[in-house]
């Protein structure tokens, strides 16, 4: 904790946080920082639910029904919160969707030559596990039509 002449206090998370502020490093400047995250866009920054987590210094006589209707509240207010910032998340990947796979195809196509051994084996590839699927499917069928048959020979003994 650090306390500064017009006593606003700070308090840190761990060590890094702190040795980071001492050395003066603007947060929203440094990458793994939320400052950071909030202020290039890659986290919600305004939300309703943030208004929530705020910190409330009343103090309120202890009731265990309101408790108990506190902590639902506070599931119900996380369980929104998460699904708006997956909604968030999935609205901000959608457009590089698009943009990684244009990449991809510049790479392959710089890089053409180092995938001609991998296209030449593909179809021996490919042979090899339809025929493994095939040899499957028929050691299935057969141990399927072993049981129909131990199956029927039981019946007619008890007849």
Partial sequence: MFVRNDSKTFRFCRSKCHRNFNRKRNPRKVAWTKAYRKTRGKELAVDSTFEFEKRRNRPVK??????????????????????????????????????????????????????????????????????SARERIATRRVAKEKAVARGAGGQQMEE
Avoid: C, W
């Fill in 62 to 131: 202890y009731d265990r029904n309101l408790m108990g209707k506190t902590i639902m509240a506070m599931q119900r207010v996380q369980d929104i919160k998460e699904r708006r910032e997956e909604r968030f998340h999935a609205n901000r990947m959608k457009d590089a969707k698009p943009e990684k796979v244009s990449q991809a195809r510049v790479e392959i196509e710089k890089h053409a030559e180092l995938l001609a051994p991998a296209v030449a084996k593909r179809e021996e590839v490919m042979h090899n596990i339809l025929d």
